[in-house]
DNA sequence: CAACAAAGCGCG
DNA sequence: AAAGCGCGCTTTGTTG
């Protein structure tokens, strides 16, 4: 009942969310339009001058094109030699896979070709995706993607026509590309986007009760991240820079915590100090010069990085989160007995998963589910007091919306208030603190800029 | 020709 | 023993 209930406050107050709509600054959306059809031409013509291309089309000849992937795969590694380090899976039509083409499998390539062949991909992506994919959708300049609670096996929600929860922000000029495009509904109107921090960790914590991972994410002096790096790196904490502790947080933390294993970890870790080689210097001065095989089948090399990396994770899973990984392993043990398992939220899996799947869905939908609550609450109260601040849309742990000037404090007070507060006295599964970052924007998504809490509360 | 699969890449 | 999870969209390529 209470997975139904939720389902079915859920799918009314998003169906609002999806009537309410983004405002789309139409002017700046063809503008965009163009320059990136400008680039992608400027691109084209580029690559096709390149002798290369000439070889490109001295062997397909008029069905020659650059978009098509298996050329591109025969001028690398046939015409140019390139060596090819990556294949796709096996399939009845290519037995031994196909050469990969993805930008991480030709990354050992040093080649001005290549480069501009991807940056022309990026452009024909924001033109075609995101840019022809909005414009598609807009009615009176208003886009109204589809909030779909039906969908993922996990529970969450997911997003279609256009898909409004991957809109880019990774890459800066193409998040700003598309971002800017999306503004406050009219000049009454203030966009204010509230995320949850780290709200898959602490529903983790949650469901395994490690004492460690409750203390790191109830204890704001302490830092997860920053410790991971520290140790994968061998650094003293305060020597941890942002972008390493970055590193550590999306190679290490996140990719452990879902199931993934060190040569992956450690490769990954190892690549990232290409942009801070100063500390390959230090490991060096710790006997670890290093990287190695990272291969699976294969045992590590004493004194490699991948070794190292190796025991972190042994130290990681044995010590640091032993209660967690206890969790683990009881989890997959009841799911063979059972056959499924149950959600704090009321939810349940039954079928056949994966050692991983038995853990990462519930984390995944349950965090999901606070963000769902606070949303409909949220819309519950604003309809009771005849507010005029709309919610625009959701992105699995943060909610935007379009909030009226007149309105601005109360309501940033309200939504903080339903998700630190009120989501833990209607779940008093969350055992930890829960935290909402605001960002707000005035003049369109891209410019958004953190709000200061204190402030408001 | 339509339907489907695969590859690649955008987000949390 | 097995070794990240969850989505949607576009283009190319295959199948019948």
Known sequence: MEAYKLLHDGSIALARVEANGMRIDMRHLENTARRATFRAKFLTELLEKDPIYGKWRARFGRSASLTKRQQFAYVLFDILKYECRARTAPTAAYPLGQPKTDKKSLAHIDS????????????????????????????????HPIQNLNIARTYRGSSDHPNGQNFPVRDPEMGKMIRQCIIPRNKNYVGVEFDFKGIEVAVAACYCKDPNLI????????????????????????????????????????????????????????????????????????????????????????????????????????????????????????????????????????????????????????????????LIQTDKWLRQRRMRSKIINQIHDSMMMDVHRSEYQEVLAKVIRIATIEVREHWPWIIVPLTIEVEKYKTNWHNKRPVKLEAVA
């Open 112 to 143: 001005e070709f290549v480069q501009d062949y991807f940056r022309l991909m990026k452009y024909l992506r924001i033109k075609s995706t995101f840019l022809e994919g909005i414009k598609r959708e807009v009615v009176n300049g208003f886009l």
């Open 215 to 374: 203390s790191y994410v109830s204890d704001p002096s302490k830092d997860m991240h920053r410790d991971m790096a520290a140790q994968c790196y061998m650094l003293p904490p305060d020597k941890v820079s942002k972008y390493l502790r970055y590193c550590a947080k999306n190679q290490f933390v996140f990719p452990q915590f879902y199931g993934d294993f060190y040569p992956h970890c450690a490769r990954a870790l190892w690549e990232s100090l290409d942009r801070e080689p100063e500390v390959k210097g230090y490991l060096a001065s710790k006997g670890i010069r290093k990287l190695g095989k990272c291969d699976p089948q294969i045992d590590p090399v004493k004194g490699t990085f991948e070794y190292h990396i190796k025991e972190v994770e042994a130290d990681f899973w044995g010590r640091r989160f032993e209660k967690y990984a206890q969790w683990k392993k009881r989890q997959w043990e009841q799911y063979q007995e059972e056959g499924g398992f149950n959600f704090f939220t009321g939810f349940a899996e039954t079928g056949i998963f994966s050692r991983n799947d038995v853990t990462n869905h519930r984390i995944q939908g349950s965090a999901f589910h606070i963000l769902l609550w606070t």
